[in-house]
């Protein structure tokens, strides 16, 4: 497995492959990798000849309160996971090759961005949208793979993919979960022993909402509120949002009739939660 480090060098690698006909894939990640991960890049590396795995903790995407400072990175391990997965290259920029002096441009998704993540975390999206852009123009994939537990990040990427005509075939690979339910998350290490007991309840709340739909409830408040309780049942979480959304816009539903997602983000001491479920209402009888 190779590790590159500057843009030019893997624009360089991804073109000569390219020329071959080779088709890339890219999995992005801010390293920190875990079992999620590693289900992207193995799903990743039958999809395509030749893998690149991005790792950077990207500064543009963290508030000024936020942990971009502590955010963990243990290098070694990354890249043994990733050589052991049968990446052929671990792309590690650093944020001074991505953001050189006379950096100029901001991608943004003004509709996308604005509800949910977008309200707790203002420029979160911006920076997303930027730094994937630029690892698209960078690695020049064909594939590239993101997860669904970050649902909004997902429909976001999708969408400045299709206005942008990036010509990168995006899949969206489903949440790799603990046994108790909780989402695997490079944060997670951050939660005490006690709140990590508590922290699936952010997921048993989410299917008691989707359980609530499938058994017929098609008033969207009505689901909300049945996700609000489990979450009030345990009184040392609080609700960032709780809601139920059309999946492609992520905009409240007041009725569910469809497909819908569930998406909620609480906090559990100083640690940030955010998980989602999706789900098709039944069929009503007419
Ligand atoms: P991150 O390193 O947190 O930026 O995540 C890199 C990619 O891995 C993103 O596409 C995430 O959505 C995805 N990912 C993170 N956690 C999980 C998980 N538990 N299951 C599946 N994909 C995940």
Redesign the pocket.
């Known amino acids: 497995m190779k590790i590159i480090r500057s843009p030019s060098a893997m624009t360089a690698w991804s073109e000569g492959l390219r020329r071959e006909g080779v088709r890339i894939g890219l999995?992005?990640?801010?390293?920190?990798?875990?079992?999620?991960?590693r289900?992207?890049i193995r799903a990743a590396r039958l999809q395509c000849d030749a893998l690149v795995v991005s790792i950077f903790v990207n500064p543009r995407q963290f508030g000024p309160r936020e942990d971009y400072a502590t955010y963990p990175r243990p290098i070694a391990r990354d890249r043994a996971l990733c050589r052991k997965e049968g990446a052929d290259v671990c792309f590690e920029p650093t944020a001074d090759a991505m953001y050189p002096e006379g950096f100029q441009t901001i991608v943004t998704l003004p509709s996308i961005a604005r509800r949910w993540e977008g309200e707790a975390r203002p420029h979160h999206f911006a920076g997303v949208a930027t730094v994937v852009t630029k690892l698209f123009g960078i690695v020049r994939p064909q594939i590239t793979?993101?997860?669904?537990?970050?649902f909004q990040?997902?429909v976001l990427v999708q969408q400045l993919v299709k206005d942008l005509n990036l010509g990168v075939e995006i899949i969206v690979?489903?949440?790799?979960?603990e046994k108790d339910g909780l989402?695997?998350?490079?944060r997670n290490v951050y939660l005490s022993p006690d709140d990590r007991m508590r922290a699936a309840t952010l997921y048993r709340s989410l299917r008691a909402g989707a359980e609530a739909i499938r058994k017929g409830v098609t008033d969207g408040k009505v689901v909300q509120a049945v996700m609000a309780q489990v979450i009030k049942d345990e009184p040392t979480l609080t609700i960032d949002y709780l809601v139920v959304c059309d999946p492609r816009m992520l905009e409240p539903l007041s009725a569910v009739i469809s497909r819908a997602v569930l998406i909620g983000a609480v906090r559990l001491g100083p640690v940030r939660l955010i998980d989602n479920i999706l789900v098709t209402a039944p069929r009503q009888r007419s």
């Open positions: 999995v992005p990640t801010m390293g920190a990798l875990h079992d999620g991960h289900a992207l793979l993101f997860g669904q537990k970050d990040q997902s690979y489903p949440t790799v979960r989402a695997m998350s490079s």
